[in-house]
């Protein structure tokens, strides 16, 4: 599937998932400086649009020896998962509350390299005028990030993860 394709269907998700009730956002909060970093919850699906949490694993114990719980609930080798960093600008200026004034909450999706157009999941709201989101467990297969406003009113921004688990992208809407 092409690149161009893939991010026109990343882009439907979001209605496709809420009619069906089929995506799950994160029970718990941004934690430190927005980011995923515990708790019991995790999110599924496009930008993550409500619902309750799904099935997979909640914490490391849950995934027997040598394995994690990786933030989209599924056990994985800890060699398997990484830290990812994603920060924003909007229109060159610092995330903040005049920049985000007009969206202050994003969906943030993950497309995994799958290649089926269908391995992905989110969060949201995130908070446009913390500038970054962090997750501490993010399986490696997951290679591309998308940041949209909640309304899914403006095309989304996307990017792919560095060699270090980073990722920025300047916003312009």
């Not at 409500?50 to 719980?69: E, F, H, K, L, R």
């Not at 990786?70 to 060159?92: F, K, M, P, Y």
Request: glycine fraction near 18%; aromatic fraction near 8%; charged fraction near 15%.
């Amino acid at each position: 599937m092409s690149y161009r394709r893939a991010m026109s269907a990343l882009r439907l998700w979001p209605l496709v998932l809420g009619l069906v009730g089929g995506c799950f956002t994160e029970q718990t909060g941004p934690s430190g400086g927005g980011g995923y970093g515990g708790g019991d919850g995790w999110g599924t699906g496009t930008g993550g649009t409500g619902g309750p949490i799904s099935s997979g694993c909640s914490a490391d114990a849950d995934c027997g020896t040598g394995n994690v719980c990786a933030r989209d609930g599924e056990c994985l080798a800890s060699s398997a998962v990484q830290i990812i960093h994603v920060t924003w600008t909007i229109n060159g200026q610092p995330a903040g509350v005049a920049s985000c004034s007009a969206n202050p909450n994003l969906d943030i999706t993950f497309v995994g390299d799958r290649g089926d157009g269908q391995d992905q999941f989110g969060f949201a709201p995130v908070p446009c005028m913390e500038g970054k989101f962090t997750v501490d467990k993010m399986p490696k297969r997951y290679t591309t990030v998308a940041l949209e406003p909640d309304c899914l009113c403006k095309a989304a921004a996307s990017t792919v993860f560095d060699s270090t688990g980073s990722a920025t992208l300047d916003l312009s809407f």
